[in-house]
């Protein structure tokens, strides 16, 4: 007699072999994830992985900010407001709201306009920034094409009629004055008279410069902060497409060399920690026409992806040449307290060729916390330059004030306040503010 076998146990059979089936092939694939996956890539590549940003992000308006605003007065005085200040972002608010009327060329000597202008006026100081037509649109609503480039940052600006016109002058690289009418709301007119927070300055014609220091001692702060240096792999991986094969070469015991074949990057060990210098050879592109625009553009999109801004920072641009081709070196100058710190945590290096980033160098230590103020009295600058010898103040080129670095041991740094003097030989020196001596700080340029 035939036995038939009920159909529900073999469908149960068949169920179990094929759920059999599918766990095998599950085990399988996460075995393969799991050791088939460098473990690197899925913490350090940048993007859908994980950000190698321990900073913050800036928008190319936000970098391209004068170092400081003075204000010359119709009584004949100079005042300094420091850039990081409400009244300093007001102006620059108003202007990008304002247009640039056509304006020409003249002669610095035979200019019908004084320069520079004469009664009050407003000089937005770039530093030694040479603005050309395409960083100056930047700073505007709207401007002209015909602009020429301003050959020392120095950007003028006086009242006219009404408080709705202004007038722009600077000096071009031609040594000519450039000369063009500004139209603004009403709101430029209140930004354009002297706070009262504004600090006393004084104009030193020296043999060589005409250089702006305090009129008489005025208080800055000194800062005990606590430095943070972050891990350098991930920052390093970020530089590369992909990183898995990326080689680490030992140059010495204090400097490695992580490269793809392609472009490199250097981690050498300085004073406050790591410093890193990235290279593309390969990036170098001639006849390419070079806009400081972009390359500022370029410059910021580039520190945004690859660590990001620490502080405020102040930006200078000016044209260089990278292995014998040209492009614009964009250096971006740590702030605190609206003045500058001279030395290796205060500044990063970006050059641009082609509108390609081919070197970039900056610390990766930087002030985190800060733990202590000290108010100080420094030297006025009659009574700084009477500390300098005839022979050495014939052979000035600019006098500035900023912070010089002291390292107090372990993670906490000490910023005092130096006056950075820069004579005709391009040396460089540093003088303590409170007494006119020689400053010699731990981990300065």
């Given at each position: 007699?035939?036995?038939?076998?009920?159909f529900?146990?073999?469908?149960d059979?068949?169920?179990?072999?094929?759920?059999?089936?599918?766990?095998?092939?599950?085990?399988?694939?996460?075995?393969?994830?799991?050791?088939?996956?460098?473990?690197?890539?899925?913490?350090?590549?940048p993007?859908?992985?994980?950000?190698?940003?321990?900073?913050?992000?800036?928008?190319?308006?936000?970098?391209?900010?004068?170092?400081?605003?003075?204000?010359?007065?119709?009584?004949?005085?100079?005042?300094?407001?420091?850039?990081?200040?409400?009244?300093?972002?007001?102006?620059?608010?108003?202007?990008?709201?304002?247009?640039?009327?056509?304006?020409?060329?003249?002669?610095?000597?035979?200019?019908?306009?004084t320069?520079?202008?004469?009664?009050?006026?407003?000089?937005?100081d770039?530093g030694?920034?040479?603005?050309?037509?395409?960083?100056?649109?930047?700073?505007?609503?709207?401007?002209?094409?015909?602009?020429?480039?301003?050959?020392?940052?120095?950007?003028?600006?006086?009242?006219?009629?009404?408080?709705?016109?202004?007038?722009l002058?600077?000096?071009?690289?031609?040594?000519?004055?450039?000369v063009?009418?500004?139209?603004?709301?009403?709101t430029?007119?209140?930004?354009?008279?002297?706070?009262?927070?504004?600090?006393?300055?004084?104009?030193f014609?020296?043999?060589k410069?005409?250089?702006?220091?305090?009129?008489?001692?005025?208080?800055?702060?000194?800062?005990?902060?606590?430095?943070?240096?972050?891990?350098?792999?991930?920052?390093?991986?970020?530089?590369?497409?992909?990183?898995?094969?990326?080689?680490?070469?030992?140059?010495?015991?204090?400097?490695?060399?992580?490269?793809?074949?392609?472009?490199?990057?250097?981690?050498?060990?300085?004073?406050?920690?790591?410093?890193?210098?990235?290279?593309?050879?390969?990036?170098?592109?001639?006849?390419?026409?070079?806009?400081?625009?972009?390359?500022?553009?370029?410059?910021?999109?580039?520190i945004?992806?690859?660590?990001?801004?620490t502080?405020?920072?102040?930006?200078?641009?000016?044209?260089?040449?990278?292995?014998?081709?040209?492009?614009?070196?964009?250096?971006?100058?740590?702030?605190?307290?609206?003045w500058?710190?001279?030395?290796?945590?205060g500044?990063?290096h970006?050059?641009?060729?082609?509108?390609?980033?081919?070197?970039?160098?900056?610390?990766?230590a930087y002030?985190?916390?800060?733990?202590?103020?000290?108010?100080?009295?420094?030297?006025?600058?009659?009574?700084?330059?009477?500390?300098l010898?005839?022979?050495?103040?014939?052979?000035?080129?600019?006098?500035s004030?900023g912070?010089?670095?002291?390292?107090?041991?372990?993670?906490?740094?000490?910023?005092?306040?130096?006056?950075?003097?820069t004579?005709?030989?391009?040396?460089?020196?540093?003088?303590?503010?409170?007494?006119?001596?020689?400053?010699?700080g731990?981990?300065?340029?």
């Amino acid at each position: 007699m035939m036995r038939i076998v009920p159909f529900k146990p073999r469908l149960d059979h068949m169920l179990t072999f094929g759920l059999v089936v599918l766990v095998g092939v599950s085990l399988g694939l996460s075995a393969m994830i799991w050791t088939g996956t460098p473990v690197r890539l899925t913490i350090d590549r940048p993007g859908f992985f994980s950000s190698p940003s321990y900073g913050s992000t800036r928008s190319t308006n936000g970098v391209l900010q004068p170092q400081a605003i003075y204000y010359w007065t119709k009584e004949n005085q100079l005042f300094r407001v420091n850039n990081n200040t409400v009244w300093a972002h007001q102006i620059m608010r108003a202007l990008s709201n304002a247009t640039v009327l056509e304006g020409h060329s003249y002669d610095l000597v035979k200019s019908p306009y004084t320069f520079p202008p004469q009664g009050a006026y407003v000089k937005l100081d770039f530093g030694s920034s040479v603005l050309s037509p395409s960083a100056l649109a930047l700073l505007f609503m709207n401007s002209p094409s015909t602009m020429k480039a301003a050959i020392d940052g120095s950007l003028y600006l006086t009242s006219r009629a009404h408080g709705t016109s202004y007038r722009l002058e600077y000096r071009t690289t031609k040594n000519q004055v450039y000369v063009a009418t500004i139209a603004a709301d009403k709101t430029l007119a209140q930004w354009m008279e002297k706070p009262t927070q504004a600090v006393p300055y004084a104009q030193f014609p020296l043999n060589k410069a005409l250089v702006y220091l305090p009129y008489s001692e005025i208080t800055v702060p000194i800062e005990d902060w606590i430095i943070d240096r972050p891990v350098s792999s991930r920052i390093i991986d970020s530089f590369f497409t992909d990183p898995t094969i990326m080689q680490a070469i030992s140059v010495t015991a204090h400097h490695m060399l992580y490269t793809d074949g392609t472009r490199g990057v250097h981690v050498i060990k300085e004073t406050y920690g790591d410093a890193i210098t990235y290279v593309q050879p390969g990036g170098l592109l001639s006849g390419v026409k070079q806009h400081s625009a972009d390359a500022i553009a370029t410059s910021v999109a580039f520190i945004n992806e690859h660590g990001g801004f620490t502080g405020d920072v102040s930006l200078q641009i000016a044209p260089s040449s990278i292995d014998n081709v040209t492009g614009l070196a964009v250096s971006f100058h740590q702030i605190v307290d609206g003045w500058p710190i001279y030395g290796q945590l205060g500044t990063l290096h970006v050059g641009i060729v082609g509108n390609t980033v081919v070197h970039m160098s900056r610390p990766l230590a930087y002030l985190n916390e800060l733990l202590d103020t000290t108010p100080t009295r420094i030297l006025s600058g009659s009574e700084l330059l009477q500390k300098l010898s005839p022979s050495s103040q014939k052979a000035i080129l600019a006098v500035s004030l900023g912070y010089g670095t002291h390292w107090l041991g372990t993670d906490v740094i000490e910023l005092l306040p130096v006056y950075r003097v820069t004579y005709s030989n391009q040396r460089v020196s540093y003088l303590d503010a409170q007494t006119g001596l020689p400053f010699v700080g731990i981990g300065m340029e």
